[in-house]
């Protein structure tokens, strides 16, 4: 989509942005992919956005499908960490159904196993974090479309 260069205290970063949606935004930053929640000031509306329409396949019995990338959901919400953390254990895998209130991942915070459970209900279009990885405060962990 569009590439920027940024310089904060004196460090360079390569910005690109993938795909931008009413609440988040695929970005690569130094060649890394993540998926960033967009906050608007008070007062101002959120952009109208028409998503790309995709055809996803489901996934069949005999397959496993693998985590996609970040940049791969070109729709959808992200179920964002509440602190920040380590990953223990996913629950769910991409194509599996959830509702709101189902327990889909495990983290480790503070010393203590947290459960994190959906606030959403819907598939599961990517899972955008792996087991042992240390996760921010508000980072996007699996998208939900």
Do not use: C, W
């Not at 203590?112 to 508000?138: A, C, R, W, Y």
């Amino acid at each position: 989509m569009k590439k920027y260069s940024l310089h904060i205290n004196d460090k360079k970063y390569e910005v690109e942005v993938k795909d931008f949606g009413v609440t988040t935004a695929t970005v690569v930053v130094n060649g890394k992919a993540t998926t960033v929640q967009i906050e608007y000031p008070e007062g101002e509306d959120a952009p109208i956005i028409i998503p790309k329409v995709t055809r996803k396949t489901a996934p069949t019995a005999n397959s496993i499908p693998a985590p996609m990338p970040a940049a791969a959901a070109t729709m959808g919400d992200a179920i964002v960490a509440p602190m920040p953390g380590l990953i223990l254990k996913m629950l769910v895998r991409v194509g599996d159904i959830v509702k709101a209130g189902d327990k889909v991942a495990v983290m480790e915070a503070m010393k203590m196993e947290n459960d994190i459970n959906s606030t959403l209900s819907g598939k599961v279009l990517s899972i955008d974090v792996s087991e042992g990885d240390n996760v921010q405060e508000k980072q996007a962990l699996i998208v939900i479309g």
